[in-house]
């Protein structure tokens, strides 16, 4: 049985269950309280001694990282190596944009949420986080303008990655709507089969 260790609130968590869900996996949430600090003590840390959610168990193995548990379930669970290609331009494509989802997103698509739910936590400026957000979405706009998925011809972890602190922009004060190409792979992934919400429920229609 497949265990994920992660409070729901953290995106990096939900990139994992959105793949889960994607993948049609059963698994067990084992919730984790951030606030009261129990990502930062045992036994999570026996789990992922940097003390970051989220941290996932399958059967006797651990892994720690969203990008590496959405590495581990596309590997292990998707017989068809669609979500994570197995030919050297594919899979390169896939680590260049993963790359980006845990440099450019995460310093800014992810940290614009973060300084909302933990404002003393994070030190920038609203303006630079702005600018970051304004900088890689340019760049993802332009690229996806000529093409409906970030690393492939078919969606990959890659989307899904990236998705998690994307789409939670919007509800952080950050409109996407300023970049139509990347609205309209927002909707892809939403309408993606199976694709749920941070909350675990599946996207209006
Ligand atoms: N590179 C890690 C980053 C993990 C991360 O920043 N997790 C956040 C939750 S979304 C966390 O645990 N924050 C609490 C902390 O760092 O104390 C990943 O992709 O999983």
Known sequence: MIRLHSTMASINGYKVRLLLSILD???????????????????????NPFGQMPAMQDGDFTIADSHACLVYLARKYDPTNRWLPVDAEGEAKVA?????????????????????RRPEAITLSDAEIDARCDHILKLMDAHLERREWLARPHPTIADISIFGPVSMLGVSGYDTDRWPAVTRWLERVRRLPRAI???????AA
Do not use: C, T
């Open 96 to 116: 260049e944009w993963m790359s980006k989802s845990a440099n450019e997103v995460h310093q800014g698509p992810w940290m614009k949420r973060a300084k909302i």
């Open 25 to 47: 996996l059963e698994y067990e949430l084992v919730d984790i309280d951030m606030y009261g600090g129990e990502h930062k003590r045992e036994p999570f840390l026996s789990l």
């Open 197 to 203: 919400d941070i909350d675990g429920k599946p996207f």
